[in-house]
């Protein structure tokens, strides 16, 4: 890999903004913008890469800077990101057997430095990027964050049992626990196997460049399922050595979101000084919403707006049930 000897340090700007107010009964509103802005980050690409053409990149490549390579991967600096966070939150101190967090974040995170094609956290010396001569084309959302998302947490004692003490080791003592989780889907890019508009030789060199985007067309089905969640006629395959890179942008497509309710129920009794019986039963996805991993991608296709598998991080994963319990001494 040949490294830029030009090669700049990124730089990072912040700001926030927080307005927070008492609410009264243990109740606390916080308002927060939080916004950022990089410079100088690191995006790798071809540094004998050919500019768009209408020859090929047969004929084109005894112009190429170094004709015996073709491809010399390098790293270079000059891309940007542009992150701003709107997050609304209550919480509530533990008064009355209840307490919770709750928050709602609507974001928007974009740079040009993750990749053409981002299916993975880019290094520190950033992706692979479509054209290092153009700064723009690959400008889109950032494929991991989510436009919206809502968290909430909650503990909450059950008013059971509270009579007598023989009544509370018996039914009382019982906490109930849990957490709720609603966000849309991760941002995602379509991409199609083996054409070569730009005439740079694109798939050859690098990977299956982006398809293009039919305009005034749907990007998802009628009615989303598993087995068709993208609108196939919303993307072209381009012609190849037309002289441009494809139309479609990076991240413009939102896969599944996700809700998640998962809870659990405690109690603690204690038998002596220093010996407690714990016991409760725990929930992960409670109520058992499919919550659909991201569809193929991939244009020209079978598998194309399909999906065939779930999700499993953060509780969203086939309902999981559990009994517990625990001796302490």
């Known amino acids: 890999m040949a490294q830029d000897i030009h090669y700049k340090e990124p730089k990072v700007e912040e700001w926030n903004l927080t307005i927070e107010r008492d609410l009264g009964f243990q109740t606390a509103l916080r308002l927060s913008y939080a916004g950022s802005h990089a410079s100088e980050l690191g995006r790798q690409g071809n540094l004998d890469q050919l500019p768009p053409n209408t020859v090929g990149f047969s004929a084109g490549s005894p112009l190429l800077r170094y004709p015996d390579w073709g491809y010399i991967q390098t790293g270079v600096s000059g891309g940007r990101s542009n992150y701003h966070a709107l997050t609304a939150a209550v919480t509530k101190r533990l008064s009355a057997g209840l307490q919770f967090q709750s928050s709602y974040t609507f974001l928007r995170n974009l740079t040009n430095a993750q990749s053409y094609n981002p299916s993975s956290f880019a290094t520190e010396v950033g992706g692979v990027v479509t054209d290092l001569r153009d700064k723009q084309i690959d400008y889109g959302n950032v494929a991991f ?8 947490t909650f503990l909450y004692q059950l008013p059971f049992g509270k009579t007598s003490s023989l009544l509370n080791q018996v039914i009382g003592g019982w906490e109930l626990a849990g957490v709720l989780l609603f ?27 982006r398809a293009d985007l039919v305009s005034g067309v749907s990007l998802y089905a009628d009615n989303r399922t598993a087995q068709r969640w993208l609108n196939p006629a919303a993307f072209a395959v381009p012609k190849s050595n037309i002289g441009r890179y494809p139309t479609a ?10 809700q998640a309710v998962s809870m659990s129920l405690m109690k603690s009794v204690r038998i002596k000084e220093s010996l407690r019986f714990r016991i409760g039963a725990q929930a992960a996805n409670l109520f058992n919403h499919v919550n659909y991993a991201p569809p193929s991608t991939t244009l020209n296709t079978a598998p194309f707006g399909t999906i065939s598998n ?20």
């Open 145 to 152: 964050s989510r436009r919206h998302r809502f968290l909430s």
């Open 310 to 329: 779930v999700q499993t991080a953060e509780g969203a994963g086939p309902r999981q049930v559990q009994i517990t319990m625990r001796l302490t001494f």
């Open 249 to 258: 942008p990076v991240g413009n497509i939102v896969g599944p979101g996700t």
């Open 183 to 209: 966000q849309s889907g991760p941002f995602m890019t379509v991409t199609v196997p083996g054409a070569d508009p730009s005439g740079t030789g694109f798939p050859l060199l690098i990977g299956n460049g």
